[in-house]
């Protein structure tokens, strides 16, 4: 082998090796870096940890406050108290109904002296055993409750924390530990997986942990959402009924009710206005509509907290693309031992002066697939059966697949008209959409089976007609899923009086 060749090769081993220590030397550099990086986390973790086992940072002894302890073991909640010797206090244990404003009845309590104590939780909500609750303090036990089996007997599919109804003005108190409300079970058997929404406001079983003074009382919680500080997002109206919410269409009246196991719209309604020189109020030129505290005036809704109060209104203001159009008023009211029902009418207000009838037209049938519909005690209609029997229909020019028929209302001798419709579907429509692919894409509603109604005075002249869509809008001429539906409901009412129309949903049995 030549000299040349002798060297290269050498030259090739020494590279090699180098490359070789130069990868080890990275590997133990990322390495150290790594254990260098999880002994300081784990540092930090065993001084947080410490803190918190040996109690308190009490800066002001005239302060009440809390620090939770580490989780022991599944089930046991503990925290760290400091109560002043300023006044005295009390640990009490609320179970019964729980939303963000809502203080659950006291099933138990008991005094803690000035210093620092610890505060255990034994929470026991498995669907498995009875619902137990034992409060321990300083490791003795004080409280004890154990529900019923009818407290929540399906057991709970899901829980959240509830914060305390406003945050305390002052150190002094009170001080919530711990709270939670569960949302009950909902079975359909072995048909499907029902997966609801709900809000934070709703009312619902739970508990509440909390220090207080001993003669701190709390009135009910109100019954209705609108009070300044309420989440205008969640809308206005009754907490666990029908709430008016802004839509995304400004000219539609959105109304949701979160207890029926969704957020979003139960019902949607358009109105028309017309006066004798015909229709100047229709929904095209209503810009939006504006809530505000009366029927004259421009102030916003701002309701005053009244516990012994159990009707609330409204007053929705129409805000026209025209001076010139038509700003029609509209007032709602909820009744808290309604809580099913919605009313409406046209205010008594300058503003209706022009208008002689009024129109409400309720949207969305097809998304709740509305396919019977019943006026007093005559029998059920589908929608086939409203197109033969209907006096007049007409098909819709914007819409070939759809047909308006007039219903007779029946007997109008007695003093109010009572209207129903429904799904003829039992099972919730998600898991219609979910089990049928007929249904895939159209967007069902995704809350519990409803039935639907309305109560008109037989004194405003009502007047019944069905929109019936036969045929799948999102497809080319393709029959729509399971049959005919009824798109939509319209009723025409006289505008002399000023009477309400009260519209309903009810959960189906």
């Known amino acids: 082998m030549s000299d040349s060749t002798t060297h290269r090769a050498e030259r090739s081993k020494l590279s090699l090796r180098h490359l070789l220590y130069l ?3 990275i590997a133990i550099g990322v390495a150290v870096g790594m254990a260098y990086r999880q002994n300081r986390y784990l540092r930090q973790k065993r001084i947080e940890l410490l803190a918190l086992s040996k109690g308190l940072q009490v800066s002001n002894e005239d302060e009440l406050i809390s620090a939770p302890m580490p989780d022991i073991t599944s089930g046991f909640y503990s925290w760290r108290v400091h109560i002043p010797d300023s006044r005295d206090y009390e640990l009490r244990l609320g179970i019964g109904e729980v939303s963000e404003k809502g203080i659950p009845p006291i099933v138990g309590r008991v005094r803690l002296s000035s210093g620092q104590h610890r505060v255990t939780l034994h929470k026991q909500d498995s669907v498995r055993e009875e619902f137990r609750y034992v409060v321990y303090v300083d490791g003795v036990q004080a409280i004890e409750k154990v529900m019923g089996n009818n407290w929540l007997p ?3 599919s899901s829980s959240r924390g509830v914060s305390w109804p406003g945050d305390p ?3 002094m108190g009170p001080l919530q530990l711990s709270s ?13 997986y029902f997966n609801g929404q709900y809000d934070n406001q709703l009312t619902r079983p739970g508990y509440r942990l909390w220090i207080d003074q001993p003669d701190q009382e709390y009135p009910p919680a109100s ?10 997002y969640l809308g206005i109206g009754l907490r666990d009924g029908f709430r008016f919410r802004t839509s995304a269409l400004s000219y539609v009246w959105a109304f949701t009710r979160s207890s029926f196991a969704t957020t979003a719209p139960v019902l949607q309604v358009e109105a028309e206005f017309i006066t004798e020189e015909g229709n100047k109020g229709s929904s095209q030129s209503i810009e939006s509509w504006q809530v505000r505290n009366a029927a004259t005036g421009s102030d916003a809704l701002r309701w005053k907290e009244a516990p012994a109060q159990t009707v609330q209104t409204a007053f929705l203001h129409a805000k026209s693309k025209s001076s010139e159009d038509l700003q029609p008023v509209v007032e709602l009211q909820w009744d808290a031992n309604k809580p099913d029902s919605l009313g409406l009418r046209l205010a008594d207000t300058p503003a209706n002066a022009q208008i002689i009838q009024w129109r409400l037209r309720i949207l969305d049938g097809k998304h709740h697939l509305w ?9 059920w209609v589908t929608p086939e059966k409203a197109i033969k029997k209907s006096d007049r229909f007409d098909v819709i020019s914007q819409n070939p697949a759809m047909k308006s028929a007039v219903l007779n209302l029946g007997d109008q001798s007695k003093p109010n008209v009572e209207l129903h419709w429904k799904t003829n579907e039992k099972l919730p429509l998600q898991i219609v959409e979910r089990k049928d692919a007929r249904y895939s894409g159209l967007s069902l509603y995704q809350g519990l089976p409803l039935s639907f109604g309305m109560q008109i005075p037989n ?7 069905v929109e019936v869509l036969d045929q799948d809008t999102s497809t080319d001429g393709t029959a729509f899923p399971g049959g005919p539906v009824y798109s939509a409901i319209r009723v025409e009412v006289e505008a002399t009086t000023h009477d309400w129309v009260w519209l309903s949903a009810t959960r189906n049995p």
């Open 23 to 25: 990868t080890a030397w």
């Open 154 to 156: 399906n057991g709970w």
């Open 169 to 171: 003005k002052t150190s």
């Open 180 to 192: 939670q409300g569960y949302q009950p079970e909902l079975s359909f058997g072995d048909q499907g």
């Open 223 to 232: 019954p209705f959402l609108g009070f300044p500080g309420d989440p205008q």
């Open 371 to 379: 396919r019977e519909i019943q006026a007093g005690d005559a029998p």
């Open 459 to 465: 004194a405003l002249n009502p007047a019944l007609a």
